[in-house]
Nanobody, 124 residues
Framework: VQLVESGGGLVHNGGSLRLSCATS????????IAWFRQAPGKEREGVVC????????YYIDSVKDRFTISRDNAKNMVYLQMNALEPDDTGVYSC??????????????????WGQGTPVTVSK
């Protein structure tokens, strides 16, 4: 299993970024895929998940109207469109593949495999 994120960077408050995650070593269409983030000095938290049937589950209420997860199973790619970014969104964003087709709680860490992450910094 390999997950490689890209697209992070520095953006001003209110700006947008699109993160990408290239996956390999498994059949993406059979698994839930999610985005996690870790802010400086804080624990990693789940952000949003897409089940194998493309049903979205948000783990953080504050991103519901701003972030969108999408997947292209044919290209083995996962995306996170982030709009109206805020300084509190700053962190390292990682994509993760679940152990099965459904979006499990993000705290069940044994059921997720993560990539290395890409840093996102939102300036005030």
């Amino acid at each position: 299993v390999q997950l490689v994120e890209s697209g992070g960077g520095l953006v001003h408050n209110g700006g947008s970024l699109r993160l990408s995650c290239a996956t390999s070593g498994f059949t993406l269409g059979y698994y839930a895929i999610a985005w996690f983030r870790q802010a400086p000095g804080k624990e990693r938290e789940g952000v949003v998940c897409s089940s194998d049937s493309d049903v979205t589950t948000y783990y953080i209420d504050s991103v519901k109207d701003r972030f969108t997860i999408s997947r292209d199973n044919a290209k083995n790619m996962v995306y996170l469109q982030m709009n109206a970014l805020e300084p509190d969104d700053t962190g390292v964003y990682s994509c993760a593949v679940g152990s099965g087709p459904r979006c499990l709680p993000p705290t069940m860490t044994a059921n997720w495999a993560w990539g290395q992450g890409t840093p996102v910094t939102v300036s005030k």
